[in-house]
């Protein structure tokens, strides 16, 4: 039997961002790198500015074969244990006053990497976890167990590590390089599961430099900012997923985007200024296509979304 994997949940149709992976352009040396990181199990970390499709690249992974798909959004709050697992303090202190303290092990809560690490063991404990924190009473039934096949195959994305502390990326060398770890509040140890194949993905916008150790842990692809040719591409893959088809009007205004964001991010580069990203570029495409607006348009419709969605800065002509 095909194991039914839990794939990155799509959004509604409307949607700015939809996580679902359906819609992606892969570019440059992306196919190979993740293949590498297969190989030798190291994490992917992807660089690149902001609006790239960093993030979006470890959904379409998880969308193209099918695997499951668990993502963490760092903060300058998170640290290392967080992507690991998580303890309810404010739950087993409310416990504790209502003196109906629960083992400790119903307070923990896998995080993504042990989700892709040893799946088996996590879906076991959550529904360990699960049965503990049912009200106790007589002829009280069994949790439900999901009777869904388990994925092995995932795809884990650790978003925006250059947000955190250095110490986060620190704290995470031993569980990326021997994919072990201990649950501080229980003492348990945490092995790998031979079967699990894990792809981690890791994002920076590169607002902080990371330590030279983890860097050296890591697989590195710098996402380069797409040509025009390229950014049509993206477009007419946008819409042929979620709205199609794409048609000729549709050709020509993506091609009129695409040498004006060029043409942005030149004078950008100049003034050091920001430039127009891909995300960017997309809002403008989608927002003149649904409209009925044109680039080569001079009323204040068009000025008016080139400044909000592409320059984002006030009095720009």
């Not at 190979?32 to 297969?38: E, F, G, M, N, P």
């Not at 076991?124 to 924190?133: F, I, P, Q, V, Y």
């Amino acid at each position: 039997m095909i194991p039914e994997p839990t794939p990155p949940q799509p959004t509604t149709r409307n949607a700015p961002d939809r996580p679902d992976g359906r819609a992606y352009v892969v570019r440059g040396d992306l196919d190979l790198a993740v293949d590498v990181a297969l190989a030798t199990g190291r994490p992917l970390l992807l660089r690149g500015d902001p609006g790239s499709g960093k993030s979006s690249f470890a959904a379409h992974v998880a969308w193209l074969n099918n695997w499951a798909y668990h993502e963490h959004v760092v903060t300058s709050r998170t640290q290392a244990p967080d992507l690991l697992w998580s303890f309810d303090h404010v739950l087993r202190l409310a416990d504790a006053q209502a003196q109906r303290l629960k083992p400790i092990d119903a307070y923990v809560e896998p995080g993504v990497l042990w989700k892709a690490f040893a799946p088996r063991c996590a879906r076991a404990h959550t529904h360990r976890a699960r049965s503990h924190r049912l009200p106790r009473s007589r002829g009280r039934r069994p949790v439900r167990t999901d009777s869904t096949e388990l994925c092995t195959q995932s795809v884990v994305l650790i978003d925006e590590i250059d947000k955190a502390d250095p110490e986060l990326p620190n704290g995470l060398l031993v569980p990326l390089g021997s994919r072990r770890f201990t649950l501080s509040q229980t003492g348990r140890d945490i092995e790998p599961e031979d079967d699990a194949k894990a792809l981690v993905v890791i994002t920076t916008n590169e607002q902080r430099e990371l330590p030279e150790a983890f860097l050296r842990r890591c697989l590195v692809v710098k996402l380069e900012h797409p040509e025009p040719e390229e950014l049509v591409e993206v477009a007419r893959t946008h819409v042929d997923a979620y709205d199609g088809p794409f048609t000729d009007a549709d050709l020509l205004l993506a091609q009129d985007l695409a040498d004006l964001v060029q043409g942005l991010r030149a004078d950008a580069e100049r003034r050091a200024h920001r430039k127009p990203s891909t995300a960017e570029f997309l809002d403008a495409f989608h927002a003149c296509r649904k409209m009925g607006i044109r680039v080569e348009d001079s009323d204040e419709r068009w000025r008016t979304l080139r400044r909000m969605a592409l320059l984002k800065q006030d009095n720009v002509a």
